[in-house]
T-cell receptor, first 116, second 115 residues
Framework: AQSVTQPDIHITVSEGASLELRCNYS??????LFWYVQSPGQGLQLLLK??????LVQGIKGFEAEFKRSQSSFNLRKPSVHWSDAAEYFC??????????????FGKGTKLSVKP | EAGVAQSPRYKIIEKRQSVAFWCNPI?????LYWYQQILGQGPKLLIQ????????DSQLPKDRFSAERLKGVDSTLKIQPAKLEDSAVYLC?????????????FGPGTRLTVT
């Protein structure tokens, strides 16, 4: 069965410091992988996605993620965190089935706090 | 472009009462999703519609939850009767579907508290 594990429930970093959020997945084939961000009281917003090809993908707001098949990981990174990045981050694995439909399975999320 | 609209934003009910949530997706989005997000967890898909047909409702507790999307646009999710464990945020999302299924646009959610 597909599953996503985000080992860190809560991370605190200083503003300007680098960030890495971990994500491990379980999936039988090459997965579609995603990172979403959820600000307090808001819905989720897609940050970036990986389908195939280059294993380093760029997203919005200066985020990037690297797909490592050997480690079943898709970690999210940002070189310099801004206070506005404080939010909850969700990794998700998706599948397109039947050629026409797909759905997402989310991890439990990592809450990011940013110290001034 | 207007986003996904949901109402109400907050709802407090007692157990065994009924409640309904409404969602209006982005215009032209054929696929609509309802997710349940319990505190401290990621969203869990409850039901997925393609136009007005159900694609996946395998995780919907059908003894108490129901959902419809009669005209292929707006959708309503109902809980009857509610249990304490139904306290959660209910998120609606929509997408163009097909190969762009992952480009899901989420509404702000309805926070349900069952007392």
């Amino acid at each position: 069965a597909q599953s996503v594990t985000q080992p860190d429930i809560h991370i605190t970093v200083s503003e300007g410091a680098s960030l890495e959020l971990r994500c491990n997945y379980s999936y039988g084939a090459t997965p579609y992988l995603f990172w979403y961000v959820q600000s307090p009281g808001q819905g989720l917003q897609l940050l970036l996605k990986y389908f195939s090809g280059d294993t380093l993908v760029q997203g919005i707001k200066g985020f990037e993620a690297e797909f490592k098949r050997s480690q079943s990981s898709f970690n999210l990174r940002k070189p310099s965190v801004h206070w506005s990045d404080a939010a909850e981050y969700f990794c998700a694995v998706g599948a397109l089935y039947g050629g026409s439909q797909g759905n997402l399975i989310f991890g439990k999320g990592t809450k990011l706090s940013v110290k001034p | 472009e207007a986003g996904v609209a949901q109402s109400p934003r907050y709802k407090i009910i007692e157990k065994r009462q009924s409640v309904a949530f409404w969602c209006n997706p982005i215009s032209g989005h054929a696929t609509l999703y309802w997710y349940q997000q319990i505190l401290g967890q990621g969203p869990k898909l409850l039901i997925q519609f393609q136009n007005n047909g159900v694609v996946d409702d395998s995780q919907l507790p059908k003894d108490r939850f129901s959902a419809e999307r009669l005209k292929g646009v707006d959708s309503t999710l109902k809980i009857q009767p509610a249990k304490l464990e139904d306290s959660a945020v209910y998120l609606c999302a929509s997408s163009l579907g097909g190969e762009r299924f992952h480009e899901q646009y989420f509404g702000p959610g309805t926070r349900l508290t069952v007392t």
